[in-house]
């Protein structure tokens, strides 16, 4: 059986694009239409109880409010002008997490349709520079169009297979921040309009499917500049999570994984058991560059609530 959730008992989320207003303007915005605002939620339950025409600001992330089931935002002004992108939660961790700071040089591997490299950009100001590769020139159209909406600048995308891009390319010689969040089974896709399919998860599929993950993961480490890397997937198979992580930091003992948002609910299974003479690693999903044994090179820098 899939993994699929009923998506219409679940809160919809919509993230504020800071690149085009504030969360102050937008919340006025729906006061003046006839919503109510409850404020700053204060645990998970006020997530699940939201009905009719209320929101609220998210639990952990800054720039997320949270409507009742069902809302739809997708004829609204708000949305058309991109001053708010209808994103999942879940989808709104990895760049979160990743903070890369305004001025940095980023790199989203695995990029299209793009509400990733928009969130990057909103978190780095549009200052720096935002390299996004993806391999399907529709989906990188679809991206296009999304992040002009959006109001993104910084960005420069490429019709390309992230495997074949050079790391040691002076062109990337500066890339500090990469954020990974490559094909997936979908397996913990939720369904929130009509017509998804099923996700397809023959042993076959998954294995390929953690095969490509792991080259990228392995690839990306391979930057000369890098200092972190958030790496994401839809699924909950552990083959294409945990283990791909674990398989790649074997190989690239220079890494180590940080615990963040220590008062996130739900953690990864840990990592498979380190050989002696090895430091403990941490099961939460951001990798950084650190000598074993020392402190990560990124950790005293605008790391979200851990390091
Ligand atoms: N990060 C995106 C977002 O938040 O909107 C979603 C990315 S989606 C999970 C994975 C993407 O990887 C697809 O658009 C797919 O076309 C692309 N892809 C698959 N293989 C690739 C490769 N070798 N190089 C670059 N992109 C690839």
């Known amino acids: 059986s899939s993994g699929q959730i009923e998506g219409n008992q679940l809160p919809r989320y919509v993230r504020v694009n800071t690149l085009k207003t504030t969360v102050e303007d937008v919340i006025d915005y729906l006061k003046r239409e006839g919503f109510n605002y409850h404020g700053q939620a204060g645990r998970m339950e006020d997530l ?26 997708h004829d609204h002004f708000l949305y058309q002008a991109g001053h708010i992108i209808l994103q999942d939660k879940a989808s709104c961790l990895p760049a979160y997490l990743l903070n890369p700071p305004a001025g940095a040089q980023v790199l989203d591997a695995c990029a299209a349709p793009g509400n990733k490299t928009s969130h990057l950009a909103a978190i780095m100001r549009n200052k ?45 010689s500066r890339v500090e921040y990469i954020l990974l969040d490559p094909s997936c089974s979908g397996s913990g896709m939720v369904c929130l309009r009509d017509g998804c ?16 993950q792991l080259r990228c993961l392995n690839h990306a480490l391979r930057f000369p500049s890098l200092r972190r890397l958030a790496y994401s ?36 299974l840990p990592p498979a058991p380190v050989p002696a003479g090895q430091p403990g690693h941490h099961s939460h999903p951001r990798l950084l560059r650190g000598r074993p044994g ?14």
């Open 197 to 212: 399919s099923e996700p397809q998860e023959g042993a076959g599929r998954l294995q390929a499917l953690a095969a490509f």
């Open 233 to 268: 997937t839809c699924s909950i198979h552990t083959q294409e999570n945990e283990e791909v992580v674990s398989a790649c930091l074997q190989h690239n003992r220079g890494y180590r994984l940080v615990p963040l948002l220590p008062g996130w609910p739900e953690r990864g």
């Open 128 to 172: 720096g520079k935002l390299f996004a590769f993806d391999l399907d020139a529709k989906r990188l159209s679809t991206m296009s169009t999304l992040l002009l909406r959006a109001g993104v600048t910084c960005q420069q995308l490429a019709n390309q297979d992230f495997l074949k891009v050079d790391p040691e390319s002076p062109e990337y």
């Open 294 to 307: 020392a402190p990560s090179r990124g950790g005293g820098r605008g790391g979200r609530g851990g390091g």
């Open 48 to 73: 699940r109880t939201l009905s009719g025409k209320t929101f609220i600001l998210d639990l952990h992330l800054p720039d997320l409010l949270v409507f009742p089931p069902k809302t739809d935002f």
